[in-house]
């Protein structure tokens, strides 16, 4: 008797947390891909990228050939998914973000056209993707910008009486910033937990072509070095961050080497620089079919939960399903809040990475009755 009265409580709160879980994907402004393309059943967020500020007024800057972009991406996405706008990225301007960060006025301007764009859109949130704060006082400057940026986004919402948008950010994959081996900066952690929704953690590119030995490029683990997804995520935990507002990265693509030797194909092996694709970079369904076509050897290597190819001089580092499914194994043991991928238009066709990750993710949930 006991027992069937437990069931529906045990239901209730299964089904109340698991809607608040993060299951996001990046889209990078293309033709090749449009919104139409993205399978929304498999996400709950999609992050249109990027928007940046205008460099004088330091207000989100929409060209008009991007507005019909934006008003496009949010009326195909919604009310499947939330649509959020991510400012900056890779390739934006640190200084430009430094001089708004630092500057009261500069901060208020930036804010206040950060949420009218996000209103006149029809997005759900925003997002700062700054790569990255370079100082100390850049951290705190960042840490006041989060403050005052709830503080808006809160009043606007009571003023209009709508929900208040979502506000996150996307950050280095460990809560100190390595500027050398010994020097490192932390990120505003306090002001993290207090005024953001999430973090989303850029728990890749951890190893690439840029230095001359192989390695996977989102190993879950890392015997030798701390550059691993795992030393990276515990580390935003042991730095105080909220796990419950920490989403793990995972990449929808590769990072390729030439081998120095041939013979020599371990992780660990020496090369001399990219390998195969532009700038020794794949999409996940590039590498499956360079696979394919070059008969490859294709490792797991269960030391650092990677997979990696080789052919000829040719090396391969990724994540496919079987290390993906690992992963969110290792995201829900630390009780976090979900995943990200980077990004739409690089898996499978069929989205097998994607499908598998949202299988595994549901599937922990299940097996630990919703402790998760
Ligand atoms: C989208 O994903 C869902 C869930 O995995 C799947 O059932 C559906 O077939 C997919 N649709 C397309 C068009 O790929
Ligand atoms: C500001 O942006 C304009 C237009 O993109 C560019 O020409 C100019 O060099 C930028 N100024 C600074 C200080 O970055
Ligand atoms: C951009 O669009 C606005 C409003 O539709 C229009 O007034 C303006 O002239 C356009 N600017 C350019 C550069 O096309
Ligand atoms: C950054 O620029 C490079 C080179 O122009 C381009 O290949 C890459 O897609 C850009 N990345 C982002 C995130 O915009
Ligand atoms: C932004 O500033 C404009 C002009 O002062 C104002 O009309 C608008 O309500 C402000 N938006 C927010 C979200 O505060
Ligand atoms: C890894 O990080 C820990 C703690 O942050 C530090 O004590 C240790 O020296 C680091 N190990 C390496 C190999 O850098
Ligand atoms: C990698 O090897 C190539 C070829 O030997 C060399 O030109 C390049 O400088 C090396 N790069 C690094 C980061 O050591
Ligand atoms: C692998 O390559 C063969 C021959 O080129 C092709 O017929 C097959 O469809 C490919 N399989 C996959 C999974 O790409």
Redesign the pocket.
């Known amino acids: 008797m006991l027992r069937f009265l437990f069931l529906p409580f045990f239901f209730l709160i299964t089904v109340t947390r698991s809607t608040s879980d993060i299951k996001a994907i990046y889209w990078l402004q293309q033709p090749l891909f449009p919104p139409q393309a993205i399978n929304t059943s498999l996400f709950t967020h999609v992050y249109y990228a990027f928007l940046a500020p205008n460099n004088a007024t330091y207000q989100l800057h929409v060209p008009n050939s991007t507005a019909a972009t934006l008003a496009t991406f949010t009326a195909t996405l919604r009310p499947s998914v939330a649509p959020l706008i991510s400012i900056g990225g890779a390739n934006s301007s640190s200084d430009l973000f430094a001089a708004i960060a630092s500057n009261a006025a500069a901060r208020a301007a930036f804010i206040n056209s950060t949420i009218d764009v996000a209103r006149a859109f029809g997005f759900h949130g925003v997002d700062l993707d700054w790569e990255f704060p370079r100082t100390a006082d850049e951290m705190n400057d960042l840490g006041q910008l989060f403050r005052e940026w709830r503080a808006a986004i809160a009043s606007e919402a009571s003023a209009t009486s709508r929900k208040p948008l979502l506000l996150t950010a996307t950050v280095y994959f460990s809560v100190d910033y390595f500027l050398s081996e010994t020097a490192s900066l932390r990120y505003p952690v306090g002001s993290i937990n207090d005024n953001l929704d999430w973090i989303n953690v850029m728990s890749y590119d951890l190893n690439g072509p840029?230095?001359?030995l192989t390695g996977p490029p989102a190993g879950l683990f890392n015997p030798k070095s701390n550059a691993s997804v795992d030393y990276g995520l515990r580390s935003w935990i042991r730095g105080g961050v909220i796990p419950k507002k920490v989403v793990m990265g995972l990449p929808l693509y590769a990072r390729t080497w030439q081998l120095?030797d041939p013979s020599v194909h371990g992780i660990g092996a020496p090369?001399?620089?990219a390998g195969t694709g532009l700038d020794g970079a794949m999409a996940l369904f590039q590498v499956l079919e360079y696979n394919n076509e070059t008969g490859a050897n294709v490792v797991y290597d269960k030391e650092t939960a990677s997979v990696y190819s080789y052919s000829g001089s040719n090396w391969v580092g990724y994540d496919d399903p079987v290390t993906v499914a690992v992963k969110v194994g290792f995201a829900q043991s630390l009780y976090l809040r979900g995943y990200f991928f980077w990004a739409a238009g690089l898996d499978t066709s069929d989205w097998k990475v994607s499908t598998q990750a949202l299988n595994s993710w549901t599937l922990c949930i299940n097996e630990k009755g919703g402790v998760n």
């Open positions: 840029w230095s001359n120095l090369a001399v620089g």
